[in-house]
């Protein structure tokens, strides 16, 4: 039940999150709410994948077959008991037998996703496994990955295939010439595991274009289970103002459309504004994005966090950035597929592509992974008004502004530059803004 759980970047319960009251959600209601968000992320298309749910009862609810993914209704569900008599409206579907076959191999699972989003098909379709050890966060969420052997969908000899790999621990595993499944708990961290498989395979693939994507050392993978950057104590919050309550109004809407616009997903993504007393208000770990309200948000104080909740890893580097750059008002991170193709190379970035660009840019920097845990004043002491972004390695693009629009803005412009440059390697040398011509840019509008 995802509603009250928080994870440490460890995958730990840390806390109470008062997200959403998902333990009261009918089955039925739990699968239609996942497969509308599946299908509207583009991660299966109207005919394709399948959901379960295994209940208290040891029935198996799950989407039917041949029934339209874009407008499924909680009355299209159907219900398999452990005897195998089928109730509803349509046929399961064709992907049933293996839903059972790893619910009496895991009896920890509860909830079982299939898809065929496309990076992962792409990767199937290879027979490759993506990297999941390019970012630390991807290789926590999703553990160890497997491949299944191809066999025909809905095969009795599938279902055994996939069962075997998950008989073995495995939650995640990538189908040949099929796509993906994936185990967990409830439904929605199943979810939150197979949107950040993608978004793994999507950055991959993207860096592929610039060059050979770095992986992390087990060193640096250790660095993330690291407490320094954890904020332990705690402060019983009293009155809240009025610009605080204004704050994560505006921060949730903004944390709701990055997530529109695939710059956050479910499980990758951080923002902060700092308010008039030097207090901030941040995102929480492990909240799934998409579901942030306002309680959610963690304020930190006097380097201390909100009792009851636990924030983001990057409050301690947000709070040192604040303290340093006192116009500094907000900070935004996110893993977006294009720009992290960057972070997972060593190609440089460079923002001259178009003036508008260049001007919400600036100058990128680069930080090496080690930084964000082991020299934190560095990376504070790199930012300035004419460097605020930030390609901080293997791990996300940090950006910074007077406001939050301006440091979502710079995520935003940061992400469809670095589309429009990986979508140029098929052309062409790009030809960048000259000099000249920054000076003059420089002049009209970064003047002041």
């Keep these: 039940m995802i509603d009250y759980h928080l994870y440490d970047t460890r995958g730990i319960e840390r806390g109470v999150l008062n997200l959403m009251k998902f333990e009261f959600l009918h089955p039925a209601d739990q699968l239609v709410l996942m497969m509308d968000r599946i299908y509207r992320g583009r991660l299966t298309t109207t005919s394709g994948g399948n959901l379960s749910v295994l209940d208290e009862n040891?029935?198996?609810?799950?989407?039917?077959?041949?029934?339209?993914k874009g407008s499924l209704s909680r009355d299209d569900i159907c219900r398999v008991?452990?005897?195998?008599?089928i109730f509803g409206p349509h046929r399961p579907s064709v992907e049933w037998p293996f839903?059972?076959?790893?619910?009496?191999?895991?009896?920890?699972?509860?909830?079982v996703i299939h898809a065929h989003p496309p990076a992962l098909v792409a990767f199937a379709a290879a027979r490759v496994l993506p990297d999941t050890r390019l970012?630390?966060?991807?290789?926590?969420?999703?553990?160890?990955?497997?491949?299944?052997?191809?066999a025909m969908p809905g095969s009795q000899e599938l279902g055994g295939l996939v069962s075997e790999a998950f008989g073995r621990g495995f939650d995640v595993a990538l189908m040949e010439n099929h796509g993906a499944a994936v185990g967990a708990s409830d439904i929605f961290v199943a979810f939150m595991k197979l949107e950040t498989f993608q978004r793994s395979a999507s950055m991959e693939l993207r860096a592929r274009k610039l060059g050979a994507p770095r992986p992390l050392s087990e060193r640096e993978l250790?660095?993330?289970?690291?407490?320094?950057?954890?904020?332990?104590d705690a402060f019983l919050p009293g009155t809240r103002s009025s610009?605080?309550?204004?704050?994560?109004?505006e921060m949730v809407k903004m944390i709701h459309r990055a997530c529109r616009q695939k710059l956050f997903s479910s499980t990758l993504g951080t923002c902060s504004v700092r308010l008039d007393d030097g207090s901030f208000v941040i995102t929480a770990q492990g909240l799934d994005l998409a579901y942030a309200e306002e309680a959610d948000l963690v304020r930190v104080k006097d380097g201390q966090r909100e009792r009851g909740k636990v924030p983001s890893p990057s409050a301690a580097l947000h709070g040192k950035i604040y303290e340093?750059?006192?116009?500094?008002?907000?900070?935004?991170?996110?893993?977006?597929?294009?720009a992290m193709a960057f972070a997972l190379t060593d190609s440089h970035f460079c923002p001259?592509?178009?003036?508008?660009?260049?001007?919400?840019?600036?100058?990128?920097?680069?930080?090496?992974?080690?930084?964000?845990?082991?020299e934190q004043d560095k990376i504070v002491d790199m930012l300035s008004d004419w460097t605020p972004v930030m390609i901080c390695e293997n791990s996300h693009i940090l950006a910074c502004g007077d406001r939050l629009l301006t440091a979502f803005d710079r995520i935003e412009v940061m992400e469809a530059t670095a589309e429009s440059i990986v979508l140029a390697q098929e052309i062409g040398p790009l030809v960048h803004i000259s000099d000249e011509d920054v000076e003059a840019i420089n002049r009209a509008f970064l003047s002041g």
């Design 58 to 68: 040891g029935d198996i609810w799950i989407t039917p077959s041949g029934v339209d």
């Design 81 to 85: 008991t452990p005897e195998g008599q």
């Design 99 to 111: 839903h059972a076959t790893i619910y009496k191999r895991r009896p920890d699972l509860r909830a």
């Design 135 to 150: 970012v630390a966060d991807i290789h926590r969420i999703l553990g160890p990955l497997t491949v299944v052997p191809y």
């Design 222 to 232: 250790g660095l993330v289970s690291r407490d320094e950057h954890l904020i332990e």
């Design 243 to 249: 610009e605080e309550y204004e704050v994560r109004r």
């Design 324 to 338: 340093k750059h006192p116009n500094m008002r907000s900070i935004c991170e996110a893993s977006s597929p294009n």
């Design 352 to 374: 001259r592509t178009v003036p508008e660009g260049y001007a919400m840019l600036r100058q990128v920097l680069r930080a090496p992974f080690s930084a964000l845990y082991l």
